[in-house]
């Protein structure tokens, strides 16, 4: 099993495959940085990883576009040609896990959290 977090690229999408079975795909952008040691040049740059998620599709109602997550899975690489012929691959994970780390739903939990703890202390037994 393989763990990574990243940002959610696009909603997640909902099909149908091999008759009833239900998927939820969705891109996930881990993005990463280093530095050159001869030129001390901060270089960064992203991988896209493919995710499908067979366990429920009700998860993708909290999975939009923008939402942190972290993903535990399966990896696999898949190689491919493109319309111009150009050879392309993709990373692409059978998800096992899925926390969300920060989103709308995230956020509105933390908020409340939040407020709570702010309330006022009126009824405290001392």
Not at 78 to 85: I, L, W
Not at 115 to 120: D, F, I, K, Y
Request: hydrophobic residues 40%.
């Amino acid at each position: 099993m393989q763990q990574f977090t990243g940002r959610i690229t696009a909603d997640a999408k909902i099909s149908t495959v091999k008759g009833d079975k239900q998927l939820v795909s969705f891109s996930v952008a881990d993005n990463d940085r280093y530095r050159d040691k001869t030129s001390g040049e901060t270089k960064e740059f992203v991988t896209f990883f493919n995710v499908a998620w067979w366990k429920g599709t009700g998860i993708a109602k909290i999975l939009r576009k923008g939402a942190i997550v972290t993903i535990t899975g399966r990896l696999a690489v898949s190689a491919y040609t493109d319309k111009t012929g150009k050879a392309q691959a993709s990373l692409n994970c059978h998800a096992n896990d899925i926390k969300l780390v920060q989103g709308k739903k995230a956020e509105a939990i933390a908020t409340q959290q939040a407020h709570e703890l702010t309330e006022p202390l009126d009824n405290l037994p001392f």
